[in-house]
């Protein structure tokens, strides 16, 4: 009996996280670490956020780590603490949860990546479906669409499913590239019949226990309340939203989904990227093989590796990041990046999506995600030591709340020939425009085929 209560009480104790070091023993700039601190305030100032968890980790340990603001805009709402202060992760838990889920099992040759989905979910199958695979649902390529409004369209959980499952492919397999939630959710039901358990269990028993990741849940009990960062206040739902998946479509399969669901804290999640970095293990326990972390997160499609996405020199890894960096983002406001190259880690968690103040909360956000992942890079000075900017994206706050104006080309008066103008980055020019060929003798362009742009879900960025 005494044991069963030591456990419940570890279960519902809040992770440590990883342990501390000073900067400079890890090789990095403790002074150019609180660069963070001006970035973070800064999209706070602007109303895009009430407040965020970060962690920065290197060499295994956490160099970085605080809590910003409060987890609601009232002055007596609870104040922001890293290993406490639990955060709806969006679509992070396609990575967190999803991904990893389909590493323990290739690990174990029970899923494998090229076999067609209908292998292990017979459902999904018909016409193009048969041709889908295992892998073009962890790309992106499955030619499924981003998303269906599986709250209007059905009753309970075991419709909604069915609804995923019955969904119409909008190209062939592997022609498009669509980011996708559906590929996802479709990818959780194929763990599960492998498994032979629901996705929140498996994941809890494989990876989150073993981790100590004990903040780390599909459905967090009601007695973290407290803790949980408030999302949607005019939810469709009806009533605000407090520790219940924000994303509709995850609500509408019961909270637990492929593509969103889990909620958990920063210190939580310093676990978890300490395990990646270390090629599958943390604290003598191993989640998934070294050849699994390696072939999950290497490039393969695009930008698109296994589940994961990856660096290309912007968005919201920033401009640093190393060519092997992989990472995540979360429609909640929410994002986790990985260099292996520096041995690096960054989460940054917020609810941006509560109740924003700034006109442009998106931009915000997206302006924070690769400030901060710019800053920890630039914190590292053991290596070639990078110039620190003048200003970064937060400084600038272009676009966040005030509406951009382009200014108008001057209107200049032809002369002999027809001239037109034209703006590029060092102002408006004017040259003479080309004659236009003769109606009769001008030959049709044939038309390019184009691949269909990804859809950004609700639960992604």
């Known amino acids: 009996m005494l044991a069963t209560l030591s456990a419940l009480v570890i279960a519902f104790a809040p992770s ?4 501390a070091k000073p900067a400079a023993s890890v090789g990095m700039s ?5 660069t963070i601190d001006r970035i973070v305030r800064r999209g706070m100032t602007a109303g895009g956020f009430p407040g965020a968890s970060v962690v920065v980790g290197r060499r295994g340990y956490s160099v970085f780590e605080k809590g910003y603001g409060r ?4 002055s007596s709402s ?14 992070l ?5 999803t991904a990893t889920a389909a590493m323990i099992l290739w690990d174990e040759g029970r899923l494998d990546l090229e ?5 292990y979910v017979p459902g999904f199958s018909g016409g193009l479906k048969d041709e889908v695979t ?4 962890l790309t992106h390529t499955s030619g499924l669409p981003a998303g269906r409004d599986l709250r209007r369209l059905a009753n309970n959980p075991w419709e909604a499913r069915n609804i995923v499952m019955m969904t119409q492919l909008q190209c062939r397999p592997g022609v498009c590239q669509v980011y996708s939630d559906l590929g996802a959710d479709v990818l959780g039901f194929a763990i599960e019949a492998i498994a032979g358990q629901g996705l929140d269990a498996f994941l809890e028993e494989r990876v989150f226990v073993p981790l100590g990741m004990n903040d780390t849940h599909f459905r967090p009990d009601i007695d973290l309340r407290d803790r949980i960062a408030p999302t949607e206040v005019q939810s469709p739902r009806g009533y605000p939203l407090r520790g219940e998946v924000h994303d509709e479509n995850a609500w509408a399969l019961g909270g637990v989904a492929g593509h969103a669901g889990l909620f958990s804290t920063a210190a939580d999640l310093s676990l978890f990227a300490q395990m990646m970095l270390n090629r599958g293990t943390y604290n003598g326990v191993r989640i998934v093989s070294d050849s699994a972390v390696a072939r999950f997160t290497s490039r393969v499609s695009g930008t698109r590796a296994l589940g994961w996405d990856t660096s290309d020199g912007e968005g919201t890894a920033g401009v640093h990041m190393g060519e092997h960096a992989y990472g995540h983002t979360g429609f909640t406001g929410t994002s986790l990046w990985i260099d292996p190259d520096r041995d690096l880690f960054v989460i940054l968690l917020t609810n941006r999506v509560h109740a924003p103040r700034a006109r ?3 931009r915000v956000i997206a302006d924070v995600r690769a400030d901060l992942a710019d800053a920890a890079v630039l914190s590292v000075v053991d290596d070639n030591i990078l110039k620190m900017p003048t200003s970064f994206r937060a400084d600038k706050a272009v676009g966040w709340n005030r509406t951009v104006r382009r200014r108008q080309p001057v209107r200049r008066k032809p002369t002999a020939a027809k001239v037109v103008t034209k703006r590029t980055s060092k102002g408006t020019v004017a040259k003479p425009a080309a004659k236009a060929a003769p109606k009769a003798t001008a030959a049709k362009k044939p038309v390019a085929s184009v691949t269909p742009k990804a859809t950004a879900s609700k639960s992604g960025r």
């Open 71 to 74: 987890l609601g805009w009232t």
């Open 134 to 137: 295992i892998r073009q649902l």
């Open 360 to 362: 442009r909360p998106a």
């Open 93 to 97: 838990t396609k990575v967190i949860g």
């Open 78 to 91: 609870p104040a922001v603490v890293p290993d406490e202060s639990i955060y709806d992760l969006a679509s």
């Open 16 to 19: 440590d996280g990883l342990p």
């Open 30 to 34: 403790a002074n150019r670490l609180e």
């Open 115 to 119: 076999a067609p989905v209908s292998k």
